[in-house]
């Protein structure tokens, strides 16, 4: 991985000392975004759910608002 990993952040820009773990953050915030299952996520990352849980509430909680929103019937028409 060390010769692809050289590659990809020298044409991206980046420090010479950025390593693949500075990724990881965005990766598990992505998959939260996207609806993917907490326990996929976990399982992609090599971590628990519980640390899911504990570390990105805040993305699991905003991601359950906009699928709650989604789903509710409007009462009245929005079209006017």
Do not use: C, N
């Amino acid at each position: 991985m060390t010769r692809p990993w050289k590659k990809a952040v020298e044409q991206a820009g980046l420090p010479a000392s950025t390593i693949p773990y500075a990724l990881r953050h965005s990766s598990i915030v992505r998959g939260l975004r996207f609806g993917l299952p907490i326990r996929l996520v976990a399982a992609l990352h090599d971590t628990s759910v519980a640390m899911i849980e504990r570390h990105y509430s805040r993305w699991i909680t905003e991601g359950l608002d906009e699928l709650a929103a989604r789903a509710v019937v409007p009462i009245v028409s929005m079209a006017a």
